[in-house]
């Protein structure tokens, strides 16, 4: 039982540090599709 402890700890730290490396070091291109007025979106 303690094994799947381990198991399901490291998949969530994983999936932590791929999200966080995915959105800080791989960021998206902001959408052009705002519209014709500033809405503070670049």
């Not at 490291?10 to 902001?30: E, I």
Request: hydrophobic content about 45%; aromatic content about 16%; proline content about 7%.
């Amino acid at each position: 039982m303690e094994v799947w402890q381990h198991i399901i700890a490291y998949l969530a730290l994983g999936a932590a540090v791929f999200y966080l490396a995915r959105k800080f070091f791989f960021p998206s291109k902001p959408s052009k599709g705002c519209g014709p007025d500033d809405c503070d979106c670049h």
